[in-house]
């Protein structure tokens, strides 16, 4: 009965069109940033965030993910997508800069809370480091415990909580290591570490999958298995896609990362580019810097 429940993208089209209208918000304010200043967010990052947009989709909205209910490697692939390939896309298109353009201007009053005191300490506590790690490896390592992810593949809801969650601790893992706007701090080395640290909690949950010799999800047991694939062929396939796609993302974000820091223009900067400064309530002015803090 698991593995015939309906999954949260039963209703794929209000998925669709959720991500469409954000996508459509999202290149409204990058056309009105880019008349005021051309090169601040350059073209390449929006087709980063619409391909991170895409990726989501692809996740939780599409056909293919209907898979995640006749195989681990399918559930593998969705959390994969969701939080090593479209969380990071998606801080690359610098899309807090975009959308808050992208909004009508009475929404901008609405936001005003979002400067006040309280609400930057809470907001700088969510975005710590550590708590960035903390959350991301509680969602992988929390949904694969047998009975919580059993749990997630009988009930749509809590599939979508799952789902949600890990794009959510995605999103939140990759901030400290792009600090897009209106962050911008220069971790330098310590975000390194933080890569490093956060293969961990994968490579241990992985190597569990690849080397274990008794099926751990028993729901799949009795799943059609596409492929050909046996419950424990499919489990080790799902475990050896995570430990390598995870190695593979972050050598290259790592290394990306480290050539920065080690050329001597960019010793002193952020990684992507030190960001002009911002005001949600005029243009851009193209001589500004934020302070790196």
Known sequence: AMLHAHHVASQPYGILLTLLFTGGLYLRGWLRVRSWYKNRIPAWR???????????WL????????????????????????????????????????????????????????????????????????????????????????????????????HAMMEASFLVTGLLFWWPVFDPWPSQRNRGWLIIVYLFLA??????????????????????????????????????????????????????IGGSISVQLLSPQRSQENWISQQPAFDSAAPLAAGQRIEVV
């Not at 929006?46 to 989501?56: D, K, N, P, T």
Request: net charge negative; hydrophobic share 55%.
């Open 199 to 252: 293969t961990l909690p994968c490579d241990i949950l992985s190597g569990f999958l690849v080397f274990c010799d008794r099926v751990v999800y028993p729901g799949y047991v009795d799943s059609s298995q596409p492929f050909g694939l046996s419950p424990l062929q499919d489990q080790q396939l799902a475990g050896a896609l995570m430990w390598t796609a995870v190695t593979v993302i972050y050598f290259i």
């Open 59 to 158: 996740a939780v909205a599409s056909p293919m993910a209907d898979a995640a209910h006749e195989l681990l490697t399918g559930h593998m692939v969705q959390h994969l997508l969701l939080m090593t390939f479209a969380a990071p896309l998606i801080w690359l298109g610098e899309p807090l800069i975009a959308l808050l353009q992208g909004m009508p201007k009475n929404v901008h009053e609405g936001l005003a809370p979002l400067r006040w005191r309280p609400a930057q300490v809470l907001g700088s506590a969510i975005i710590h480091p550590a708590v960035c790690w903390l959350g991301a490896a509680g969602a992988l390592i929390g949904w694969h415990i047998p009975q919580l992810f059993a749990l997630g593949m009988k009930s749509p809801v809590w």
């Open 46 to 56: 929006a087709v980063s965030l619409l391909l991170g947009l895409f990726l989501i």
